[in-house]
């Protein structure tokens, strides 16, 4: 029954090559989100999702694609992967303003 | 320009003492701070948060102490546990208006506590 869920917890994959990102949950949020972890350890907000709508789109390269069929589900898909893309991804979301649910974290590598 | 920042990247503290985590931010519109836990290979857990206009909300062990004034806001743990060794980041969001609630986040302390 876990709150948040992404798949897959590791990619290994060569540059140039596309890639996704799955995102559910089942608490029945409305807001989405997708954050970067990158190698200095900052959390980043790159995407917002409210009701299958973009509400954040952070200065993020155009590769990178957030797609949301429904409300519990936002997928993150990235084109031509380069190897600053590698890095922890977070899926999280939100039902009142203090509290993000996150998501164990899909750990991304390029090479 | 880190409008959020945890300027102790680790801390050791004896269980059973008190542990302060600290945390600073700049930007005047943020109306509402959050501290998450971070165990390694799991996402952050919502650990507790304040609101600009509390000055102290308490949640069992856990106190945060926001000074508005100073922009500082600080995380005690009370007593403390091997169990909370965690990296512990601080965050904060404005009230966009928009509903979004976006979270700046610190780059985090990590809290060893020992036995």
């Known amino acids: 029954d876990t709150a948040v869920s992404q798949t897959p917890k590791y990619l290994v994959t060569q540059m140039g090559n596309d890639k996704s990102i799955k995102c559910e949950q089942n608490l029945g949020h409305d807001t989405m989100y997708w954050y970067k972890q990158d190698s200095k350890k900052f959390l980043k907000i790159m995407f917002s999702y409210n009701n299958k709508e973009l509400i954040i789109n952070e200065t993020v390269p155009n590769r990178f694609s957030p797609k949301s069929p429904d409300k519990a589900h936002l997928n993150l898909h990235i084109n031509s992967l380069e190897l600053g893309d590698s890095a922890v991804y977070f899926c999280?979301?939100?039902?009142?303003?203090?509290?993000?649910?996150f998501g164990p974290g899909t750990r991304l590598l390029v090479l | 320009d880190q409008q959020v920042k945890q300027n102790s990247p680790s801390l050791s503290v004896q269980e059973g003492r008190i542990s302060i985590l600290n945390c600073d931010y700049t930007?005047?519109?943020?109306?509402?701070f959050l501290w998450y836990k971070k165990y390694p290979a799991e996402g952050p857990t919502f650990l507790i948060s304040?609101?600009?206009?509390?000055d102290k909300n308490e949640d069992g062990r856990f106190t945060v102490f926001l000074n508005k004034s100073a922009k500082h806001l600080s995380l005690h743990i009370v007593p403390s546990q091997p169990g909370d060794s965690a990296v512990y980041f601080c965050a904060a969001t404005p009230y966009s208006g928009a509903g979004s609630y976006q979270l700046t986040f610190g780059k985090g302390t990590k809290l060893s506590v020992i036995p």
């Open positions: 304040i609101s600009s206009i509390k």
């Open positions: 930007n005047s519109m943020f109306d509402y």
């Open positions: 999280a979301s939100r039902s009142t303003k203090e509290t993000q649910y």
